[in-house]
């Protein structure tokens, strides 16, 4: 019998209002620690309730772009505020919805609000170039214009960040938008959403509907008046939806999945790369796009760095993210705890040496909790090392030399994130120079970026656009060339 306890009921967020869905189907989301608890209900929402949204987006967008940036930048910093007044409940509802521990909880949502700071500032910024005309008698300039209604397609693994960093240059820039967040992560989602309504947006400049993603993210995808869709979420997922949109002449971004690589050279402090392999491979229970899944290491150090790993992984405790001891959540869903266990199993038969873990926890609330896993004897051709298990298991693979290691670094389809833990600074600047992936990162995990630094990767892990930062501004403006003569 499933348990309700602070259960929120949500509806779709249209035109400045709470609207009911045409649908009287819901989903549900439950807390993956305590399967039988229910964390709250969205609509399963119909491609009418998307239309109304993307109606409503574009009516709103025409009176928001005609605000002053300064005037946008106002009520982003008034919903930076609001959802900093609130952020010990959005984690809270993110770890009971998701499984993440509640300090990473509570870490995102902070993260949220600076975001919202950072592009409220935007708003002051410059917006266009002058350019000399070659005619002495003119002046010309470009002048960056927003695009109009942005589709906003979400995962569940930051339900908090992921729409901030989405939403916050959209709008600051004159765009309005719709968004469609991932069932799992929905309720955290809306959450957020009501942050914003808080903080007083106009009609239709914000807009949320909830649903299956064959409806409404398909629908956002192929809907005309979506002028741009920025989109972060799998590679199969994402390159459909690139297909879709581009069908029909409109702008898409898209960043995907990952295959990090952490390289432990033999000169390195053996121990910083050890934490790192930790933290950034198995926090977030392995559910982060730039989680280092494949540890490629030095002959010279192997062994050590093995010994160090495996006493340190000993450490790590398993359990319900709002207990304070818990060092790692429970898989997000049943689907992704499945999916670990798959990707385990396939790792034996490959032939790899399973070392550590990978065994179910059980609990009393038959929560998804697996151990952190390692495996040993991992060979480049393997599953285990090709495929994206977003889950908390670590391939240990052996090389002789740092070249080799770059080498095996790059062969895999993905290009998000790569690491190496080094001192020589030849290997330094070589791994800088040939490593296929957008976030390189030197004596420093795979996971994580500054939120004012570009963000994305090479490969099939992105469409080669770039979030966050400055570099938010290329997707969600186009450019005016204006040419005026006296
Ligand atoms: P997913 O692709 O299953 O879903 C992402 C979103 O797409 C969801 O909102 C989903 O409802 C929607 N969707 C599903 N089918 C659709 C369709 N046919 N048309 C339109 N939308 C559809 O991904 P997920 O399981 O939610 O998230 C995990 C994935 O996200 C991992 O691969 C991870 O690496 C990736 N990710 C990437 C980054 C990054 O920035 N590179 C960040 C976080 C997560």
Same mark, same amino acid.
């Given at each position: 019998?499933?348990?309700?306890?602070?259960?929120?009921?949500?509806?779709?967020?249209?035109?400045?209002?709470?609207?009911?869905?045409?649908?009287?189907?819901?989903?549900?989301?439950?807390?993956?620690?305590?399967?039988?608890?229910?964390?709250?209900?969205?609509?399963?929402?119909?491609?009418?309730?998307?239309?109304?949204?993307? %109606?409503?987006?574009?009516?709103?967008?025409?009176?928001?772009?005609?605000?002053?940036?300064?005037?946008?930048?106002?009520?982003?910093?008034?919903?930076?505020?609001?959802?900093?007044?609130?952020?010990?409940?959005?984690?809270?509802?993110?770890?009971?919805?998701?499984?993440?521990?509640?300090?990473?909880? *509570?870490?995102?949502?902070?993260?949220? /609000?600076?975001?919202?700071?950072?592009?409220?500032?935007?708003?002051?910024?410059?917006?266009?170039?002058?350019?000399?005309?070659?005619?002495?008698?003119?002046?010309?300039?470009?002048?960056?214009?927003?695009?109009? /209604?942005?589709? =906003?397609?979400?995962?569940?693994?930051?339900? /908090?960040?992921?729409?901030?960093?989405?939403?916050?240059?959209?709008?600051?820039?004159?765009?309005?938008?719709?968004?469609?967040?991932?069932?799992?992560?929905?309720?955290?989602?809306?959450?957020?959403?009501?942050?914003?309504?808080?903080?007083?947006?106009?009609?239709?400049?914000?807009?949320?509907?909830?649903?299956?993603?064959?409806?409404?993210?398909?629908?956002?995808?192929?809907?005309?008046?979506?002028?741009?869709?920025?989109?972060?979420?799998?590679?199969?997922?994402?390159?459909?939806?690139?297909?879709?949109?581009?069908?029909?002449?409109?702008?898409?971004?898209?960043?995907?999945?990952?295959?990090?690589?952490?390289?432990?050279?033999?000169?390195?402090?053996?121990?910083?790369?050890?934490?790192?392999?930790?933290?950034?491979?198995?926090?977030?229970?392995?559910?982060?796009?730039?989680?280092?899944?494949?540890?490629?290491?030095?002959?010279?150090?192997?062994?050590?760095?093995? %010994?160090?790993?495996?006493?340190? =992984?000993?450490?790590?405790?398993?359990?319900?993210?709002?207990?304070?001891?818990?060092?790692?959540?429970?898989?997000?869903? *049943?689907? %992704?705890?499945?999916?670990?266990?798959?990707?385990?199993?396939?790792?034996?038969?490959?032939?790899?040496?399973?070392?550590?873990?990978?065994?179910?926890?059980?609990?009393?609330?038959?929560?998804?909790?697996?151990?952190?896993?390692?495996?040993?004897?991992?060979?480049?051709?393997?599953?285990?090392? %090709?495929?994206?298990?977003?889950?908390?298991?670590?391939?240990?693979?052996?090389?002789?030399?740092?070249?080799?290691?770059?080498?095996?670094?790059?062969?895999?389809?993905?290009?998000?994130?790569?690491?190496?833990?080094?001192?020589?600074?030849?290997?330094?600047?070589?791994?800088?120079?040939?490593?296929?992936?957008?976030? /390189?990162?030197?004596?420093?995990?795979?996971?994580? =970026?500054?939120?004012?630094?570009?963000?994305?990767?090479?490969?099939?892990?992105?469409?080669?656009?770039?979030?966050?930062?400055?570099?938010?501004?290329?997707?969600?403006?186009?450019?005016?060339?204006?040419?005026?003569?006296?």
């Amino acid at each position: 019998m499933a348990t309700t306890t602070n259960t929120k009921s949500f509806s779709n967020y249209i035109n400045g209002k709470w609207s009911p869905s045409e649908s009287s189907e819901v989903i549900q989301s439950t807390n993956p620690a305590k399967p039988d608890e229910v964390v709250g209900t969205v609509p399963s929402s119909t491609k009418g309730d998307l239309e109304e949204a993307v %109606q409503a987006a574009k009516a709103g967008q025409q009176k928001w772009k005609k605000l002053s940036g300064a005037e946008r930048g106002n009520v982003l910093f008034k919903a930076a505020e609001v959802l900093e007044k609130n952020l010990e409940e959005v984690a809270e509802t993110m770890t009971r919805e998701m499984g993440k521990t509640l300090p990473e909880a *509570k870490g995102e949502t902070a993260r949220g /609000v600076a975001i919202l700071r950072y592009y409220a500032g935007e708003g002051m910024r410059s917006d266009g170039d002058v350019i000399p005309s070659t005619d002495p008698s003119a002046l010309m300039f470009s002048k960056r214009v927003p695009l109009g /209604v942005v589709g =906003v397609i979400t995962p569940w693994n930051f339900p /908090v960040a992921i729409p901030i960093w989405k939403m916050a240059p959209a709008l600051i820039y004159g765009n309005s938008v719709v968004i469609k967040p991932a069932s799992e992560g929905a309720v955290t989602a809306a959450k957020v959403i009501e942050c914003f309504d808080k903080a007083g947006f106009p009609e239709g400049v914000v807009n949320l509907v909830t649903g299956k993603g064959s409806v409404i993210g398909q629908g956002l995808a192929e809907h005309k008046d979506v002028a741009a869709l920025t989109f972060t979420g799998s590679n199969a997922t994402g390159t459909h939806i690139g297909q879709t949109v581009a069908a029909r002449g409109g702008k898409y971004q898209l960043e995907m999945g990952g295959k990090n690589p952490l390289i432990v050279a033999e000169d390195c402090d053996i121990d910083l790369a050890v934490d790192a392999a930790i933290s950034g491979g198995l926090k977030s229970t392995g559910q982060k796009c730039t989680c280092s899944s494949r540890v490629i290491i030095q002959e010279g150090i192997y062994d050590k760095f093995k %010994q160090k790993l495996l006493e340190k =992984v000993g450490e790590i405790t398993v359990g319900d993210g709002l207990e304070e001891h818990t060092w790692m959540g429970p898989c997000a869903t *049943k689907e %992704q705890y499945d999916s670990v266990q798959k990707y385990i199993e396939i790792g034996q038969q490959e032939g790899a040496e399973l070392i550590y873990g990978g065994k179910t926890v059980s609990s009393e609330n038959n929560g998804y909790y697996v151990e952190p896993a390692i495996f040993d004897q991992v060979e480049s051709t393997m599953k285990i090392a %090709q495929e994206e298990i977003f889950g908390p298991v670590l391939a240990l693979m052996k090389v002789k030399t740092v070249e080799e290691a770059i080498n095996l670094a790059n062969d895999v389809d993905y290009g998000l994130s790569a690491s190496i833990f080094a001192k020589n600074i030849d290997h330094i600047l070589d791994f800088i120079e040939d490593v296929d992936a957008g976030l /390189v990162r030197i004596n420093s995990e795979t996971a994580g =970026v500054e939120l004012q630094a570009p963000f994305g990767g090479m490969k099939a892990s992105s469409s080669y656009s770039r979030e966050q930062g400055q570099a938010a501004k290329e997707f969600f403006t186009t450019f005016k060339t204006v040419f005026i003569k006296r």
